[in-house]
């Protein structure tokens, strides 16, 4: 490939431990970092959603993205956290004569893909199968081909579509501001080409782990050398009369999300059973495509559990100035109508048309069908810092049950980063690849105006610090528990949300009292 060199700026004009963007046409920028006197060329923009790289942070020799918090090695350009599943591309850089001077072919691209080992029976003739093939499994299986396994990966999954990126299903796709071609994670030809083979619309009945086999629906058998369990979740359902009239549905699954929307074409009025993220997200959605929405839920304040009610009242003020109706504090009777649901019918008799209804009051995990471990109370299945449960099993996202380095607290985490996290470490360990999961857990939800951010986790809390200005939706949250910082929640402050993350990462988030009494620059602290 033909390199040509380009000057992109004065070498001044970019500080010790700063980032800039500089365009080199008018459909390309590059993004030059100086990391302790040396300057580093790479492309200007986060593979995963494009995110302008600029707004996010720099901190040792990586770079975050402000979006949704995906890094990358400075010096290579290499993934080092998801949700992105590629590279960013890096460039020859020097100073001459005080100017940044980059080596660039003709066509800079966005993206590249990390380096896959081709698969090869002939050198390991070993089986890996990954049940499931959501956020986990589909990190798993290309962090497998990354770290030098050459042998069988069979993915089997109960839907019919390849990977697709679940979060969007309750955003974009909902509000019907998404489009199809953005769902996929990769393209078939992908998993084509790195012998990724996804066996699709199949139901596992059985695992046996004693004798490294898998039972499948259609009576087939299936032999493993390992096995990753990656089944996630499945909705749970309101267990009231009425419940199996038609246009009732859960928000789990592609099939789902379509079904959906194609119902909203000739409904006025719907209702949303949760205030979670579902739930609210779903609201949103709904609230877009100009739905008459009413959300129905128990707690007093929408998703006070896991924010709390001032932070919660953000959420809800958001919505509500946007039309949506909320019945908090009522749970739902029953349903009524003759064929389709018509009516719902709350605990204090009140009663809500409803021309389809939604149901999201969380997952419960999907482990019904796997013989030979011990459950928890919840389903959720207990694995070690390496994602392993015993044996030649492995187990990663919403199903397992891990011990949160930060606080040595048993924990589950429903978040879709927090699953690719796990799955790529998960596939490391299952390739001979010792490695521990210490990754900082990251979500973030887009709904009725707002961009919000959660780094950590936090179960419950004794104290919360807010700073900032939560009537004009720009704050930082951060929530206490034994004289520590276990998370922090923002809206409208995306860089310093990243560099919360990657002191959390460190061990270096200051105390709760020098956050409470100074006015700490946390950018320049995780730099």
Excluded at 258 to 285: C, D, L, Q, R, S
Excluded at 336 to 341: P, Q
Excluded at 508 to 518: G, S
Aim: contains cysteine; charged residues 30%; negative net charge.
């Amino acid at each position: 490939m033909e390199m040509k060199k380009h000057i992109v700026g004065k070498a001044d004009s970019v500080k010790e431990g700063q980032m800039k963007a500089f365009e080199i046409d008018e459909d390309n920028k590059i993004l030059i970092a100086n990391i302790k006197g040396k300057y580093h060329a790479m492309g200007a923009s986060c593979p995963h959603y494009g995110a302008p790289l600029e707004d996010g942070i720099i901190s040792d020799n990586r770079v975050v993205c402000p979006w949704h918090h995906s890094s990358f090695d400075i010096k290579t350009g290499g993934l080092l956290e998801p949700p992105a599943y590629d590279n960013i591309p890096v460039y020859p850089v020097n100073i001459e004569n005080d100017n940044i001077v980059v080596m660039l072919p003709d066509k800079i691209e966005s993206s590249c893909t990390p380096e896959m080992v081709a698969p090869d029976t002939r050198k390991d003739d070993r089986s890996f199968v990954i049940i499931g093939a959501g956020a986990a499994a589909n990190a798993a299986a290309q962090t497998l081909r990354e770290s030098g396994f050459r042998g069988r990966i069979k993915m089997i999954t109960r839907e019919k579509k390849i990977p697709y990126d679940r979060p969007e299903l309750s955003k974009e796709f909902m509000a019907g501001k998404g489009k199809e071609e953005w769902l996929p994670l990769r393209s078939k030809e992908f998993y084509e080409k790195h012998g990724i083979d996804l066996i699709f619309d199949t139901k596992v009945t059985k695992v046996d782990t004693k004798q490294n086999e898998i039972n499948l629906g259609n009576g087939d058998k299936l032999k493993f050398d390992r096995i990753l369990l990656a089944t996630g979740g499945r909705p749970r359902m309101l267990d009231v009369p009425g419940k199996d009239l038609k246009n009732i549905f859960t928000l789990r699954s592609r099939a789902d999300a379509e079904t959906i929307v194609a119902k909203t074409e000739n409904a006025k009025k719907a209702v949303v059973v949760g205030a979670n993220f579902i739930g609210m997200e779903t609201a949103n959605g709904l609230a877009e495509r100009d739905l008459d929405v009413t959300v129905v839920a128990p707690e007093k304040i929408p998703m006070q559990k896991v924010f709390g009610n001032d932070v919660g009242r953000v959420f809800q003020k958001a919505h509500e100035d946007k039309g949506t109706k909320f019945m908090m504090g009522r749970t739902v009777e029953k349903f009524e109508g003759d064929d389709n649901v018509t009516t719902v019918v709350l605990d204090n008799g009140e009663k809500l048309d409803a021309d389809l209804v939604i149901i999201g009051i969380g997952v419960v995990p999907s482990t019904d069908n796997i013989d030979g471990i011990g459950y928890q109370p919840d389903g959720s299945i207990e694995v070690d810092e390496h994602m392993h449960l015993k044996d030649n099993i492995f187990a990663a996202g919403d199903i397992a049950r891990f011990k949160d380095w930060r606080t040595g607290e048993w924990t589950r985490i429903e978040h879709w980063r927090t699953a690719e996290q796990q799955g790529r470490i998960a596939a490391k360990n299952m390739a001979e690849q010792k490695t521990a999961f210490d990754s900082v857990p990251f979500f973030w939800t887009n709904q009725a105006g707002l961009n919000f951010q959660y780094v950590g986790h936090a179960e419950d809390w004794d104290d919360i610090i807010i700073d900032g200005d939560l009537d004009k939706q720009d704050f930082v949250a951060y929530y206490i528990k034994g004289n520590k910082i276990l998370a922090a929640a923002g809206n409208g402050r995306g860089k310093e949300m990243a560099a919360i993350e990657e002191l959390m990462r460190k061990d270096e988030l200051p105390r709760p009292e020098r956050i409470r009494e100074a006015d700490l620059d946390l950018v320049e602290m995780a730099q």
